[in-house]
């Protein structure tokens, strides 16, 4: 069945630094969406991408879709406290499901 | 999302005893999931259903039963519970996706511990 890596699992970086998470494919995916997931929290939608090479900045955040839909990443810059959590991403699959990736746990120290 | 509401937020109980876990939604999504959560593992899908009285199971359905009888409600029952099923309980829904996917609204999710 299809799988989503995502690295990696855990990233621990002083406030002001960059952070990026990766996420893989073992199939070419339609689309894949990011989440982020604070302490406690539950998981809240951040983006779709769907093009092959799609590029989409929200604020300080860049995400990325690789050329051949099978990679994308989320790249985070300066960081600040309020970015801790667990950021996914998630590929779809048959019937609206999604495949999550198991997630990058991201600390930031001030 | 005020939109979609779990409960309890909280459960311990006893190995082999039968547990319900609820979901209610107010957004009238056609699409619902149920998701756990552990650690190392992320999100894994459980079971889900494309709309009333249609569901079908997800990666790790084994020891879990679902029902949908009405759009907006969509009941986990776990009918003899294991410790292996101590973990976070997220139930998720969204509007069918066409050309495109839709994105997932999260509940609050449901905390279970099993003794």
């Known amino acids: 069945g299809q799988q989503v890596m995502q690295i990696p699992q855990y990233q621990h970086v002083q406030e002001g630094e960059d952070f990026t998470t990766y996420c893989n494919s073992s199939?070419?995916?339609?689309?894949i969406q990011w989440y982020k997931q604070r302490p406690g929290g539950h998981p809240v939608f951040l983006i779709q991408?769907?093009?092959?090479?799609e590029v989409k900045k929200q604020k300080r955040l860049t995400f990325q879709f690789g050329e051949a839909k099978k990679n994308s990443s989320l790249h985070i810059t300066a960081t600040q406290t309020t970015d801790v959590g667990t950021y996914f991403c998630?590929?779809?699959?048959?019937?609206?499901?999604?495949?999550f990736g198991a997630g990058t746990i991201l600390r930031v120290k001030s | 999302d005020a939109g979609i509401t779990q409960s309890p937020r909280y459960k311990i109980t006893e190995t082999g005893r039968q547990v319900t876990l609820m979901c209610h939604q107010t957004?009238?999504?056609?699409?619902m999931f149920w998701y756990r959560q552990d650690l190392g593992h992320g999100l894994r899908l459980i079971y889900y259903s494309a709309a009333a009285d249609i569901t079908d199971k997800g990666e790790v359905p084994d020891g879990y039963v679902v029902s949908r009888s009405k759009t907006e409600n969509f009941p986990l029952t776990l009918e003899s519970a294991t410790r292996s099923q101590t973990s976070v309980y997220f139930c998720?829904?969204?509007?069918?996706?066409?050309?495109?996917?839709?994105?997932?609204?999260f509940g609050d999710g449901t905390r279970l511990s099993i003794l």
């Open positions: 199939t070419t995916l339609s689309n």
């Open positions: 998630a590929g779809e699959g048959y019937g609206n499901k999604l495949v």
């Open positions: 957004w009238s999504h056609s699409y």
């Open positions: 991408l769907v093009k092959s090479g």
């Open positions: 998720a829904s969204s509007r069918p996706g066409q050309d495109i996917g839709q994105p997932q609204h």
